[in-house]
């Protein structure tokens, strides 16, 4: 399809630099959302550290399961400080513009650690459903190297996808205004800037979509179906409840996570809003982060018992 946008004052393509729009449509709100925005940022440094510290050194910690979830979380970090800092520093500056090169560099490094964060929740779906559904193979099946291929593969598995997306994305013709309506460069409204014939980026959108976002949540929903079928066969009602306390935390993540992300990337480019955009893309680029240490810290028991170690040896040091 070709986009709405028609050449306004020439063809823009060789353009230096964007300008990020974020919440300058109320101006009001500028230093409460940069306040609150560094509060939310400091939480998420410091909750995540936590659990990658926590998961590192506690002994109790050592197993697959709290070896995903520390690298999870290592990943929460890197992947909210390719935009946050960004937008907390425009609205400190007011100054919005990002050079061409930046904005592409976001744009590809958000894409990647997405994906890796969508397949990383695929393999924590698949080490709950070993430990549940085969407990007896546990040990074998999830051993040290397998855990370790896992998470690499997890992180590396879209680079060369996303890095051949944002290079297609930035080679089109840019036409009219190079403002984007959003707080960081991300896909739906750059492509919303682009001019001319766009329908086979739109398609390679949709299927990177599929690839990335659909496939890894098929195989969490086969691996559920799997658990909740054979908690269900346990005989006694503490163990089904504990079987599905195990669980409930990174279900909890996964509909934060995926919700959002499904809706952004599977509308069509014209039904794109500024403001609907930018709500769905702060729940998984700083509300999954911000609520994925409270998730684990308050329904985990073995993170709240290795947090409270944790925290007596610091005051014990003091």
């Known amino acids: 399809m070709r986009n709405q946008h028609q050449p306004q004052g020439g063809n823009l393509t060789n353009l230096k630099e964007f300008v990020l729009l974020g919440f300058s449509d109320v101006p009001h709100l500028q230093w409460l959302l940069f306040g609150l925005l560094i509060v939310m940022y400091s939480f998420i440094l410091l909750g995540n550290g936590t659990i990658v510290l926590i998961t590192r050194l506690d002994s109790a910690l050592q197993t697959p399961m709290y070896f995903f979830l520390g690298n999870f979380s290592f990943l929460e970090i890197c992947y909210v400080s390719i935009s946050l800092p960004r937008m907390v520093s425009n609205l400190g500056t007011q100054r919005r513009s990002i050079s061409f090169i930046a904005c592409a560099t976001q744009m590809c490094c958000t894409l990647i650690l997405g994906a890796a964060e969508c397949f990383l929740l695929a393999v924590m779906a698949y080490d709950h459903y070993v430990a549940i559904c085969k407990p007896l193979h546990y040990p074998l099946l999830m051993n040290q190297r397998l855990c370790s291929q896992l998470v690499i593969g997890s992180w590396v598995s879209g680079i060369p996808a996303q890095i051949g997306q944002t290079s297609q994305i930035f080679s089109l013709s840019f036409c009219g205004a190079n403002q984007i309506n959003h707080f960081f460069c991300d896909l739906p409204p750059v492509l919303h800037l682009a001019c001319g014939d766009i329908f086979v980026n739109e398609m390679m959108v949709f299927l990177g979509a599929l690839l990335f976002g659909v496939v890894p949540f098929l195989l969490i929903i086969f691996s559920y179906s799997k658990i909740i079928s054979t908690v269900l066969k346990l005989p006694s009602a503490t163990s089904q409840a504990k079987a599905f306390s195990t669980c409930s935390s990174h279900l909890a993540v996964v509909m934060l996570f995926f919700g959002s992300g499904m809706v952004t990337y599977f509308r069509s480019n014209t039904s794109h809003s500024?403001?609907?955009?930018?709500?769905?893309?702060?729940?998984?680029?700083?509300?999954?982060?911000?609520?994925?240490?409270?998730?684990?810290?308050?329904?985990?028991?073995?993170?709240?018992?290795?947090?409270?170690?944790?925290?007596?040896k610091q005051f014990t040091k003091i």
């Open 274 to 312: 500024g403001g609907t955009d930018k709500v769905l893309s702060l729940f998984y680029t700083v509300v999954t982060p911000m609520f994925n240490p409270i998730i684990y810290s308050l329904r985990n028991q073995d993170v709240k018992t290795a947090l409270r170690k944790f925290l007596c």
